[in-house]
């Protein structure tokens, strides 16, 4: 039987049923239109039965630029342009830094994608102003979160800018839901070379492939995981709830001037427990020291950046069986390959 | 009862292989250097040497596993779900050099060496149970076990069905008779090794690239196994298991060598790890070889940019070169993989480049030193910036080392050691020959009074030489040589070669030893 309904990403229950219904639709909407082109394998749960034997993929990559690291800078260069500039932060993961002078006292990081707030300003448009005021503790007004003559959303509002403060849900231009379905679905794509040989390896399928930037960590790493499943016969589709999720945060190593465990310092702030929008790393004010205190591999915690290289992001592919001829594509025209 | 032996004289990891006669349900120590042959250890002596978990759980209550996953099914049975050795701490990971080629090229000796590196243990310094195995129902097994009453990790290697050998503690790594045998050939300072420790791990399972199921033959157990279908990436490999482990022996360390009264045994073990190369890491290029774009290039081949950055000096701005050129290269010297029994693929490894870089443990090591007040970051960068452009395999720098004082106080926080050992060379250069390693330490020395000051300038203007010599062919394929002569050097000085298919095979002629220098070019040095 089909999924009755997408639910939004963290599984929240905030929203109406009437929200909830129009989200789910919103989804729907977008799941048929990237499906649809010939020669994916991809689909909508809703529309199309999910057999219970289907497997759930789970994709990961580091919250930390792919692009940024690939540039090779000095350590302490590369975690200063990342915290310093949020549209650095394009692995659907953002970041935002509280510090006392110079030292770290907080760092928060959300996964949430702006989409959904989106929505909220078309269905529930109290909600997105509460959910504004609550992160950031501030008197937000709806025309605060809007831009142009026609009252659009816009995620990169002053509210949710800062590299410094309260951070709401992601802005960067690539990190949004809508990007990331349409990547799955382009990915289901099987691709050939000049030389007819199968294409796989992720960076080169993203180039050939067109499917985003291949020095980022989340577009290679999401195209491979899900063209390798359609090379073994399966159709995709993503795991209810459809999002970005922190995944795995490693503290392991992290020494504290007091011996207490890091790990204790991570709390959520968003989503249920297996679906973490967001969430934020901070020590105790009774400990009587910050984050900025903490050691890790020998340096100590300077930036946001540093802990986002030990974070994880992830999103959930779900693959079926399914009885289709593998046909592989050339790689798009001004991919070189 | 017959004698436990192994072959006589033989001083490598290897002789483990050569091990008979080891009873099942005894340890027997073999501590090579200390312990001519093998021997049988009473219960008395495995309770009072091993304080590690696998021996105070298992092996002194008689309990010889034969596989590594017998060894964890029966560590779970004792600690249940809950303990922080249990299955909810359990993380494994895959690597293989030849893990990237397709099933339907490969030869027998391709995918030989594919093994799982398994980690139990939960707690904030790093796990105490570490295992290394070809599969776990393969009675081939290698524990690396945190011995929490005598610090260090104890080794240990199966030695056929239900028989272990107790083959030394990572203190065993530092001192002789000790040093540099046995299991210390590869782990010569007592660490944890991943020497494909940064991104993108080449040769690893990592979100960069997978290892999938048909890296294994056909009909392969280990292809359904849930440590490999459950495995984690190298980069969770990286941050949550190896760098927290070797962190935690390094401190271990030296607190171990730092005595009450402040008195540091052996110092100039600890100057051995910043002037000379015990060990390498392994760094590549981010980018695959056989893709489109340009490829960055891994900075540690060209400076020690981790170390210096530590200690107040300015990092390289990030070196990358063009895909024609590095394509053309690759032809100009007939890059190919070769596996020595009869795969051959023209072309690089699976991410471009791979050379060798200053080992994190050495660096860590030097960190923590500098921390403790033994080491000052003057010393520190004087002693890193002779021959900088030559971070690894120094005999310039490594030369320096015989003027390392060999007594040291610490007394808060502060040493004259490095004060010490500056005089030391300062006195003895004025005797050297006007190039002498010596002569370049005090240059070092005298401008390192201001950090980063002239060094860094130094450091910028070369910086600067590499990156015209990245503009054109000619430059790039003389770095192109000296990466093979440094790779060459990683074959024949360390213990860290386990498959023809870890380096590209080239035409450049591997007899040849090459050298930066500080205007960029390169070299040849006699050997």
Redesign the interface.
């Given at each position: 039987m089909p999924l009755k309904r997408f639910a939004v990403p963290g599984n929240l229950k905030e929203l109406s049923k009437e929200g909830l219904k129009a989200w789910s639709a919103r989804l729907s909407e977008l799941f048929d239109a990237v499906a649809e082109p010939p020669g994916r394998h991809f689909y909508n749960p809703t529309k199309s039965d999910t057999p219970p034997d289907a497997s759930v993929a789970a994709v990961t990559w580091p919250a930390a630029p792919g692009r940024l690291l690939s540039q090779r800078l000095a350590p302490e260069r590369r975690w200063e342009i990342a915290d310093g500039d949020r549209n650095q932060q394009d692995e659907y993961c953002e970041w935002s830094v509280l510090r006392d002078g110079n030292k770290v006292v907080r760092v928060t990081f959300t996964s949430e994608t702006p989409d959904y707030y989106d929505h909220l300003m078309d269905v529930d448009q109290k909600l997105l102003v509460d959910l504004y005021e609550s992160a950031t503790g501030q008197d937000v007004s709806l025309d605060d979160l809007r831009s142009g003559s026609h009252g659009i959303f816009e995620a990169a509002n002053a509210f949710n800018s800062r590299t410094d403060g309260p951070i709401v849900h992601l802005m960067q231009g690539s990190n949004n839901l809508r990007a990331a379905v349409i990547l799955a679905a382009e990915a289901t794509v099987l691709r050939k070379g000049k030389d007819g040989k199968s294409v796989s390896h992720p960076q080169t399928l993203v180039v050939c492939g067109g499917l985003g930037d291949e020095r980022r960590h989340s577009d290679p790493r999401i195209a491979a995981a899900v063209n390798n499943l359609v090379a073994k016969r399966f159709e995709i589709t993503l795991q209810d709830p459809p999002g970005l999720y922190l995944d795995r945060f490693v503290t392991t190593g992290m020494t504290t001037p007091d011996g207490t465990d890091a790990r204790t310092f991570w709390t959520v702030e968003r989503g249920d427990p297996g679906h973490v929008v967001r969430a934020r790393f901070a020590a105790p004010v009774a400990l009587g020291y910050a984050v900025g205190a903490i050691k890790l591999g020998g340096r100590r915690i300077v930036a946001g950046a540093q802990l986002a290289e030990r974070l994880s992001v992830r999103i959930e592919a779900v693959a079926r069986a399914a009885s289709f001829q593998p046909k592989r594509q050339p790689c798009v025209a001004g991919s070189g390959l | 009862m017959a004698p436990v032996t192994a072959k006589a004289g033989d001083e490598t990891c290897m002789v483990f292989n050569t091990i008979k006669g080891a009873p099942q349900g005894r340890v027997v120590r073999f501590v090579v250097g200390e312990d001519k042959q093998p021997r049988e250890m009473t219960q008395a002596e495995t309770e009072a040497e091993l304080g590690d978990p696998f021996a105070t759980l298992l092996l002194n209550k008689g309990v010889f596993p034969s596989t590594a996953a017998e060894l964890l099914d029966a560590v779970d049975a004792r600690v249940g779900a809950n303990h922080p050795l249990g299955p909810s701490s359990h993380m494994s990971f895959v690597l293989g050099e030849g893990s990237?080629i397709p099933l339907a090229d490969a030869t027998p000796s391709t995918n030989a060496g594919l093994r799982f590196l398994v980690s139990r243990g939960s707690?904030?310094?790093?796990p105490d149970l570490i295992i290394s195995t070809p599969g776990p129902d393969i009675a081939f097994v290698e524990v690396m076990a945190w011995d929490k009453k005598r610090k260090g990790f104890n080794y240990y290697r199966s030695a056929g069905p239900k028989r272990w050998a107790f083959a030394g503690n990572s203190r065993h790594a530092l001192t002789p008779p000790t040093k540099g045998k046995g299991p210390f050939e590869s782990h010569p300072s007592g660490n944890l090794i991943m020497k494909e420790l940064r991104?993108p791990w080449v040769h690893w399972h990592s979100?960069?690239?997978?290892i999938?199921e048909d890296a294994f033959p056909k009909g392969d157990s280990r292809r359904k196994h849930p440590w490999f279908t459950q495995k984690l990436?190298a980069?969770?490999c990286e941050?949550?298991?190896v760098?927290?482990s070797i962190?935690r022996w390094t401190e271990a360390r030296l607190n171990q060598v730092v005595a009450a009264n402040g008195t540091v045994t052996d110092p100039a073990r600890v100057v051995e790890q910043i002037v000379t190369t015990p060990t390498v890491n392994l760094a590549s290029s981010?980018?695959?070889s056989?893709?489109?774009?340009p490829l960055?290039?891994?900075?540690g081949f060209f400076v020690d940019?981790?170390g210096l950055?530590?200690i107040g000096l300015?990092?390289?701005?990030?070196?990358s070169v063009s895909r024609a050129i590095y394509a053309k290269s690759l032809k100009t010297f007939d890059f190919r993989l070769d596996d020595g029994d009869g795969f051959v693929q023209p072309g690089d490894t699976?991410f471009a480049f791979v050379v060798p870089e200053r080992a994190f443990e050495d660096?860590?090591t030097l960190?923590?030193a500098v921390?403790r007040g033994l080491i000052t970051r003057r010393l520190a960068a004087a002693l890193l910036m002779v021959d900088f452009p030559n971070p690894v395999f120094s005999a310039r720098r490594a030369s320096l080392l015989k003027h390392a004082p060999k007594t040291a106080t610490i007394k808060s926080g502060k040493s004259t050691y490095s004060d010490d050992m500056a005089n030391a060379i300062i006195a003895a250069a004025a005797a050297t020959p006007a190039n002498s390693p010596e002569k370049e330490f005090v240059d070092r020395w005298n401008k390192a009074a201001t950090l980063p000051g002239p060094l860094g300038d130094e450091l910028e203007a070369y910086y600067d030489a590499i990156a015209k010599k990245l503009k054109t062919q000619a430059g790039f394929d003389d770095f192109v040589r000296l990466a093979e002569s440094q790779r060459k050097r990683v074959r024949d000085q360390t213990r860290l070669v386990e498959s023809l298919l870890l380096f590209p095979t080239t035409d450049v002629d591997d007899d040849e030893r090459r050298a930066m220098k500080r205007d960029a070019t390169v070299v040849l040095v006699s050997a």
């Open positions: - | 990237q707690g904030p310094k790093g991104l979100f960069e690239v997978d999938f990436g980069e969770i941050t949550a298991v760098m927290p962190t981010s980018r695959e056989k893709g489109a774009g960055d290039l891994p900075p940019f981790d950055s530590r300015p990092g390289p701005p990030g070196f699976h660096t860590e960190a923590q921390d």
